[in-house]
């Protein structure tokens, strides 16, 4: 499975942006879709995710503002972020777990394919 993310650019804090991650192949059978990210000198960490029944989960930092959202017919996952903030700065990765279970929704260990990153950079 490849997945390319794209959407990433510069905006202002309090605006919006939409990521997009487009799998070659179908991927909400089973397991879950991710979305991590890393800021510079920090540690890839998880955003939220879309299992393969619909159901969402979030980091709590971005609850309330974030929605990931699935197009069946187009493969694709979204991330829509509003109300950005600085520390949403970072380079985002979208990933699939196909055999991944909730208890390990959010470890980035659990995912076996990931795309290439979109870098989010907010501005103050």
């Known amino acids: 499975v490849q997945l390319q993310a794209s959407g990433g650019g510069l905006v202002q804090a309090g605006d919006s942006l939409r990521l997009s991650c487009a799998a070659s192949e179908r991927t909400f059978s089973s397991g879950a879709m991710g979305w991590f990210r890393q800021a510079p000198g920090k540690e890839r960490e998880f955003v939220a995710a879309?299992?393969?029944?619909?159901?969402?989960h979030y980091q709590d930092s971005v609850k309330g503002r974030f929605t990931i959202s699935r197009d069946k017919a187009k493969n694709t996952v979204y991330l829509q972020m509003n109300s950005l903030k600085p520390e949403d700065t970072a380079v985002y990765y979208c990933?699939?777990?196909?055999?991944?279970?909730?208890?390990?929704?959010?470890?980035?260990?659990?995912?076996?394919?990931w795309g290439q990153g979109t870098l989010v950079t907010v501005s103050s």
């Open positions: 990933a699939f777990g196909p055999n991944l279970i909730l208890s390990s929704i959010s470890n980035q260990n659990a995912y076996a394919y």
């Open positions: 879309i299992r393969w029944s619909g159901s969402t």
